[in-house]
Each structure stands twice: as C-alpha cells, then as structure tokens.
C-alpha cells in the first residue's frame, strides 16, 4: 500500500524558516519524480515544487522560487521542501504528491498534509 | 499559465441525481491532460480521471470525463452518498500544472 507521511509543519513567524518532510513506502521511491502541492484552508489546490527521480531537474511555481528548496534523498526514500523568507501568504497545508507516471505531473497519490501557520 | 475554470461553484443534488460539472481553460490543454480529483475534508485528494477521459484504478463507472481543447466535464452518472464533496480539475499539458477553483457538490 502506497503511503506518503508528512511532517514537520508548524507555526512560524514571518521571515523565518521551515523544512519539511515527506518519507514514503509502498512503492519504488526511486523511479518517480515527487511534488509539493498546497492548499489555503478554505482554498484551492496549488502546484509548489517538482524534483526528478535522479534529483537533476527541479522546478518551482513563481510564488516561490527564490525562497523554497525541494530535494530528496531516496536511500532514505524521502523528499524535502526547505522553505525561508516565509510569508502569511504562505500559510496552507502542503501536501507531498506521487505523479501517476514519473513524467506527467498528475498525482495518484497524495499524503495527509502538513500545515503551516505563517504569522506574528 | 493555463487558467482554469469551473462551474458551477456549488452544485445543489440529491442522492440518485446526475451531476454535471465543468472546466474550462484559458487555452488549449495539450493533448488533453486533463485530470479530476475528488476532494472531502481531512483526506488527501483522490484523482478520479486523467488524460480527460480515463478512469483512474478502483474508480467506480459513475464517473466519467469528457472534453478537450478548453472545455472539459466530468460527468457522475448518478450521485451516491458518498461522493458530495469538491471537485477539482488540473491540467498537465503546459508548465506549471495549475488547478480550477474547484465545484462543491452538495446534497440538496
């Protein structure tokens, strides 16, 4: 059974940093690129990051390239988002996702969410 | 980017009706990768649909999309209890895949 388990969300102020983490199983980790999605409670859903299964591409949406770091590390079968310069905007659950297959970015899999709360 | 569109916001049925929702996109979705995910609240989205018309695995056949170009419809034949809930479109065609603003269906 696939599962993606997301975690270290929390309550940050403006400006300041958070990771977080995806660890995966039920599936081979390594032969899919893997995204981060996020949704504004109350909100619509929102593409934020892709990294390839070999880590050489990385794509961002434009709202946050510059401030967000996605990376992976498949021994350990997890993903990451590095997320600085946070901003209230940012606030939302942030989902890891599995695309269907490795080159379409349509997820069949997506984890519980994490959430992040960006205020003072 | 590839904005999308949908329709109704909300969606009043009963259980047994046919429900009907739509999508559309500011331009042309590439070879048609459209998808559908059905959304309730506390739980991951479940994509229903991709490539517009094909159903994902244990999807019952209830569900079914159609379109293509910039109109897309994702039709449930007749409405089971369980699924009131938000529905999603997504295309995948251009970069970055973008999301419609969802349609809520709710019992009427």
């Known amino acids: 059974e696939v599962q993606l388990v997301e975690s270290g969300g929390g309550l940050v102020q403006p400006g300041r940093s958070l990771r977080l983490s995806c660890v995966a199983s039920g599936f081979i980790f390594e032969d899919y690129a893997m995204h981060w999605v996020r949704q504004v409670p109350g909100k619509g859903l929102e593409w934020v990051s892709f990294?390839?299964?070999?880590?050489?591409?990385?794509d961002y949406a434009d709202s946050v390239k510059g401030r967000f770091t996605i990376s992976r590390d498949n021994a350990k079968n997890s993903l990451y988002l590095q997320m600085n310069s946070l901003r209230p905007e940012d606030s939302a659950l942030y989902y890891c996702?599995?695309?269907?297959?490795?080159?379409?970015?349509?997820?069949?899999?997506w984890g519980q969410g994490t959430l992040v709360t960006v205020s003072s | 980017e590839i904005v999308l569109t949908q329709s109704p916001g909300t969606l009043s049925l009963s259980p047994g009706e046919r429900a009907t929702l739509s999508c559309r996109a500011s331009?042309?979705?590439?070879?048609?990768?459209l998808a559908w995910y059905q959304h309730k609240p506390g739980q991951a989205p479940r994509l229903l649909i991709y490539?517009?018309?094909s159903r994902a695995t244990d999807i019952p056949d209830r569900f079914s999309g159609s379109g293509s170009g910039t109109d897309f419809t994702l039709t449930i034949s007749r409405l089971e209890p369980e699924d009131f809930a938000v529905y999603y479109c997504q295309q995948f065609g251009s970069s970055p895949p973008t999301f419609g603003g969802g349609t809520k269906v709710e019992i009427k």
């Open positions: 990294i390839s299964w070999n880590s050489n591409r990385i």
């Open positions: 490539v517009a018309s």
């Open positions: 996702a599995k695309p269907l297959h490795s080159g379409w970015e349509v997820f069949d899999y």
């Open positions: 331009q042309s979705v590439s070879s048609s990768y």
